[in-house]
């Protein structure tokens, strides 16, 4: 049906959650691609919000939000570390500008022997 328009949405307060699922429906699994589709989208929206959409949008999209989405304590957590361009003035901006796999790397995190890291 076209692209989103989430400019509008955004402007709407319309709360957003931005994931993949499947290769059936795109191209990858890159996360920060869908960022960058939806910074093309709208250019004007703050980058926190747009990564707010890929984080806690998500967790709260699945009713997961008390457990996951934000980095808080008793929350489960999976982190990664991205390399971001030298000289990047705006870390925010760039994680919504895209970032390819390479750049990207899964953090190891002890599991509290409950079942949450």
Partial sequence: VGAPPVARFLAAGVRLAVGTDSL???????????????????????????????????????????????????????LIAVTLPTGTADPEEALVGGIGPAAVRVLEVADDGEGRN
Avoid: C, V, W, Y
């Fill in 24 to 78: 059936a429906s795109a191209p990858d699994l890159n996360l920060f691609g869908e960022l960058q589709a939806m910074r093309g989208l709208a250019p004007e929206a703050p980058a926190r919000r747009l990564l707010a959409a890929a984080t806690q949008g998500g967790a709260e999209a699945l009713g997961l939000d008390a457990e996951l989405g934000t980095i808080a304590p008793g929350k489960r957590a999976a």
